[in-house]
């Protein structure tokens, strides 16, 4: 005797509530197809008895198990909760279940998390960025499973993509210190190897600066993960730097909260003596002392428009596959002309 109890079959919640096993998969899967009280009855009883449908045999034989998996880079990011947040409710509301992975910036992990999700039997899959590694792309399109890349945006892409651009959202907040008056720059971004976003964000720094004739040599570029010691530690190496830069610009808010706090700790006046913008604009950021210059992203909108591309698809509804959104600029404390 293994002691276990048997398993509640939906047999004794159609004895239980006295009806026949027909009704109680109506009441409990399509209610509006039965009276009211005959399925508040089998809900009860389905209750009482610890009854959860197996919905797995059905999903077999409809070929759709109203699922969507996401890959994440990172679940200890607020703004990619943001996102997430805003899939699931979407998704939710279309009876669809979320299922998440994150690959820590591991693009061989990513693989590994797309394969286990497609074995579960996701209708569709959500990415961030748009370079992975080959295999991912050929396990969906040989499986016909819809995905879209979000936080990206490339006009030209032939895979469907619901973001903005990074390059150009940097080079907009690069172009705002130049006209300043700026001309010391440091940059403390990401880790540049499998972020395609960090790495395009540098790159629209880069080249803003190129075209006012300004260039960023070794040590002016600092890569480092997202936590707000690696952004004190960045900071404080930059300010070894000769000449001291006027203007930091980071490629997230989390990096631009440890910089600026490393400004405080050393008595450092902000802007007075240097400028720090950040990149996301979290719910921290307008809080902090002074208020934090920074890009808005439209995460939530991002999460939204991904759930309904792939509930589209998997309706075969005609939908656009490239996307665009628009981060903001937003101008608060941390920022002004260079007074030295």
């Known amino acids: 005797m293994s002691g276990q109890l048997p398993s509640v079959t939906i047999k004794d919640v ?22 009211t009280d005959v399925a508040a009855r089998v809900r009860a009883v389905a209750d009482r008895l610890g009854y959860v449908p197996y919905r797995a045999a059905r999903s077999l034989v409809s070929r759709r198990f109203n699922a969507i998996g996401a890959v994440l880079p990172t679940i200890d990011n607020a703004i990619f909760a943001k996102a997430t947040g805003a899939l699931q409710h979407r998704l939710n509301a279309h009876g669809y279940t979320l299922l998440l992975a994150s690959t820590e910036y591991d693009g061989t992990r990513e693989l590994a998390e797309v394969q286990t999700l497609i074995e579960h039997g996701v209708d569709g899959i959500v990415l961030v960025g748009a370079e992975h590694q080959p295999g991912v792309a050929r396990m969906l399109k040989a499986k016909r499973i819809p995905f879209v890349n979000t936080w990206v ?19 907009r907040i690069t172009r705002f210190l130049l006209d300043l008056g700026h001309r010391h720059f440091g940059m403390i971004a990401g880790i540049t190897r499998g972020n395609d976003r960090a790495a395009q964000r540098v790159r629209g720094v880069r080249k803003m600066l190129v075209s006012r004739e300004i260039e960023l040599v070794e040590g002016q570029v600092i890569e480092c993960p997202y936590t707000i010691d690696d952004g004190r530690a960045a900071m404080a190496a930059l300010l070894t730097h000769d000449p001291t830069p006027t203007a930091v610009i980071c490629g997230n808010d989390v990096l631009a909260f440890g910089a600026l706090f490393e400004c405080l700790a050393r008595r450092l006046p902000v802007p007075d003596a240097i400028s ?34 792939l509930i ?28 030295r």
């Open 276 to 309: 720090i913008t950040g990149f996301d604009d979290l719910d921290l950021a307008c809080h902090v002392q002074p208020p934090l210059t920074t890009m808005r992203v439209p995460a939530a909108e991002m999460g939204s428009r991904a759930a309904d591309y």
């Open 14 to 35: 159609a004895s239980e509530a006295g009806v026949s096993i027909a009704t109680v998969s109506r009441a409990l899967n399509t209610p509006q197809k039965v009276s």
């Open 312 to 339: 589209a698809r998997g309706k075969d509804d005609t939908v656009a596959h490239r996307v665009e959104l628009e981060p903001s600029l937003i101008v608060r404390g941390t920022t002004g002309s260079p007074q």
């Open 153 to 171: 945006y490339d006009a030209a892409s032939l895979e469907p993509c619901i973001g903005f651009d990074n390059h150009a959202a940097m080079a």
